[in-house]
């Protein structure tokens, strides 16, 4: 009797092992997984901030304008903008 209950621990022992292990397996699978899509999500996010940051520099907003608008603005003096009365 004795030799039946430590041979179905060694089983029962040999068996949970195998379950936690496999269970960790998985675990580990998932968490590189999840890994692997935050570095995708953070270069993803480096190259959008740096495209943001090259895109409205002062300096490539005017060859923007340049180029897309051309003489479509013109400069005005402050002096020459009027009042508009919306009572009249």
């Known amino acids: ?6 041979f179905f621990s060694i089983v029962s022992l040999i068996v949970t092992t195998s379950i936690v ?10 968490i590189f997984i999840l890994e692997e899509e ?6 993803k996010f480096d190259f959008l901030l740096l ?5 409205t520099t002062p300096e ?3 060859g923007l ?3 897309m608008f051309k003489d479509k603005f013109i400069p005005i003096d402050p002096k020459d903008i009027k009042k ?3 009572n009249e």
Request: aromatic share 6%; glycine share 0%.
């Open 1 to 6: 009797m004795k030799k039946y209950i430590i």
């Open 21 to 30: 292990k496999s269970s960790t397996r998985q675990l580990e699978k998932n």
């Open 38 to 43: 935050v570095k995708i999500l953070e270069e």
């Open 51 to 55: 495209e943001n940051d090259y895109l």
């Open 60 to 62: 490539r907003l005017i």
């Open 65 to 67: 304008k340049e180029k």
């Open 84 to 86: 508009l009365d919306t």
